[in-house]
């Protein structure tokens, strides 16, 4: 059983930056596992940001793409999502996911384990 913990959620401004972290229970990285982010905005469907795979591969939204950076720490078992030059359209909760497989997907369909989520909230 994998257990993720989001942290780093928080109230900017447009334009500013924000790092999300999420620490897993198990090796996730090195146990084959592939992580992303989501993130669930009020009445809208949960949507796939950026993901990244135990080779490094990593993929993204197109509405993110240049703005946000996923990455990982092996060695405290975290993954990270750093978010800039963020727009108020950025607003939701976010969340860390796993799933075991190395295909990179941003399809929550394929994720079997989510974390309680952190929510970001961006002012114009």
């Known amino acids: 059983q994998v257990q993720l913990v989001e942290s780093g959620g928080g109230s900017v401004q447009a334009g500013g930056s924000l790092r999300l972290s999420c620490a897993a229970s198990?090796?996730?990285?090195?146990?084959?596992?592939?992580m992303g982010w989501f993130r669930q905005a009020p009445g809208k469907e949960r949507e796939g940001v950026a993901a990244?795979?135990?080779?490094?591969?990593?993929t993204y939204a197109d509405s993110v793409k240049g703005r946000f950076t996923i990455s990982k720490d092996n060695a405290k078992n975290t993954l990270y999502l750093q978010m800039n030059s963020l727009k108020p359209e950025d607003t939701a909760m976010y969340y860390c996911?796993?799933?075991?497989?190395?295909?990179?997907?941003?399809?929550?369909?394929?994720?079997?384990?989510w974390g309680q989520g952190t929510q970001v909230t961006v002012s114009s």
């Open positions: 990244l795979n135990r080779n490094g591969g990593r």
């Open positions: 198990t090796y996730t990285y090195s146990g084959g596992y592939s």
């Open positions: 996911a796993a799933r075991e497989g190395w295909e990179l997907t941003l399809s929550r369909y394929n994720y079997n384990y």
